[in-house]
């Protein structure tokens, strides 16, 4: 009798622990202290917060990007050409693969395929890009690591334009089309040839890119 | 004698929502929300702002919005022990929240691949693996928080919208959460102080799982929701000018 009671008891208990859930009611505004300033104060208030408002409306205004900007969600592999919060293009591309390569021989080095979130900008632009293939496109495919710089040249892989953002990185086409919307890039962004002559068209030096 | 000082003492009228004090405490908060819009907006991190009058939740960086989430439902929970509510008078509105969090967290599952020595073999080196995609890598739990520091967290159930989810997937959802709130609620340390349980559609709620950025930070906007969604679009306009 004892035992059950005790259970019950335990249930009743465990029942009545966890969280309540309530509807998201908007918290009315409650004037508080002013209410017993004078109109004329009040208006001042008014007039001094209406002013700093404007100026915060502004503020906040010219810290969003301006004109056309790249927004590329990595995760889906998608880029998308954005103006104000319109969608002007959405483009399947080929973010990092986030694959780890190890050296095995020499400097027994490490690289990481990862394509860097945050925010950048074009910093420069290229018709018809030559890749000066890094280290780590050599150790990939088993070559030796050529010492004569024209032998890191590679013509045409990087399709017809590039837009490069920093530190290496850099949206550009690909000879591998079939393979856009997998994670499979080195950490640059690839992009289909059709959808890659409208982001040059409208991506100018400066251009906002978001990466997440 | 006291009861009867406080019966004859005039009953102080709450002024009328429109009134200047009113407009006054409005713009006090509206003009706070911006200044913390501001500083979120001036900062590296990637944040979440939570609208709950558009209602939505919308992933921004520097300003720009990145991804909007349409908000099917919102809640908030508190914790409760036998039956007793553990509220917690902290302010969560208007305040900026840090450090957020995926918990259970995404695993992380890299392919590694180490390179054949310079010269080894002739033939032509194997085409490196394919990596799975987010939605073949990350499952994505039937609950997931989004924990920040300081006690908030966000709670988000991506099947919870889903109508082909049977009885009994959701009665053994429901099991493992109860279980998981008995020992939240229950636990010591300031966590899960305060919960906002944001129900997203089943597609939305599983892409904000898979590219949650790390250490994220949130907003949860309030006041005169006619004014606020400005903010969170950028635009200009200001109370009176729409």
């Given amino acids: ?212 | 004698m006291v009861l009867a000082v406080g019966a004859c003492a005039p009953v102080p009228t709450e002024p009328a929502s429109d009134s200047p004090a009113a407009e006054v405490v409005r713009l006090e908060q509206r003009t706070a929300l911006l200044e913390r819009q501001l500083e979120l907006a001036g900062g590296k991190e990637f944040y979440l702002v939570l609208d709950p009058a558009a209602p939505d939740l919308t992933l921004m960086l520097r300003g720009a919005q990145l991804r909007r989430y349409a908000v099917l439902g919102l809640q908030i929970g508190y914790p409760r022990i036998s039956w007793f509510g553990r509220r917690h008078p902290r302010t969560w509105q208007g305040v900026t929240w840090s450090n957020g969090e995926l918990d259970p967290p995404r695993p992380t599952d890299r392919i590694v691949v180490t390179a054949e020595p310079v010269g080894k073999g002739e033939a032509e080196p194997e085409p490196p693996p394919m990596p799975p995609t987010a939605e073949e890598l990350y499952p994505v739990p039937p609950r997931f928080h989004i924990r920040f520091s300081s006690g908030l967290s966000v709670e988000i159930p991506p099947r919870e919208a889903d109508a082909s989810v049977g009885r009994f997937a959701r009665l053994r959802a429901w099991w493992s959460a109860k279980w998981g709130d008995v020992v939240a609620a229950m636990g010591l340390r300031d966590r899960d102080v305060l919960r906002l349980r944001v129900v997203l559609s089943p597609k939305d709620a599983e892409s904000l799982y898979w590219s949650l950025p790390p250490a994220v930070r949130l907003l949860v906007l309030t006041g005169d929701p006619a004014t606020r969604r400005a903010s969170t679009t950028g635009e200009t306009s200001v109370p009176g000018t729409r």
């Avoid at chain 1, 059950?4 to 908007?26: D, F, K, N, Q």
């Fill in chain 1, 1 to 212: 009798m004892a035992g059950a009671v005790a259970g019950l008891l335990l249930a009743v208990v465990w029942a009545g622990t966890g969280y309540r859930y309530e509807p998201y009611v908007e918290t009315p505004v409650v004037p508080w202290g002013s209410e017993r300033s004078t109109e004329r104060d009040l208006k001042q208030q008014t007039a001094r917060l209406r002013g700093r408002e404007r100026q915060l409306l502004s503020r906040l205004k010219a810290a969003a990007p301006q004109g056309v900007y790249i927004v590329i969600d990595q995760t889906h592999n998608r880029l998308y050409l954005k103006r104000d919060n319109d969608i002007l293009l959405e483009a399947v591309c080929s973010a990092g693969s986030g694959m780890v390569l190890n050296e095995g021989s020499g400097k027994k080095r490490q690289w990481v395929f990862d394509t860097p979130r945050g925010s950048f900008e074009v910093l420069s632009r290229a018709e018809n890009p030559v890749w000066r293939k890094p280290d780590w496109a050599f150790v990939e495919e088993g070559e030796p690591i050529p010492m004569d710089l024209a032998e890191r040249f590679d013509y045409g892989s990087l399709g017809e334009y590039a837009l490069y953002f920093g530190n290496g990185y850099m949206i550009h086409g690909t000879l591998y089309e079939r393979l856009l919307g997998r994670a499979v890039s080195h950490g640059c962004i690839r992009v289909g040839r059709d959808d890659l002559r409208k982001v040059w068209a409208m991506a100018k030096l400066g251009t906002r890119i978001y990466i997440y």
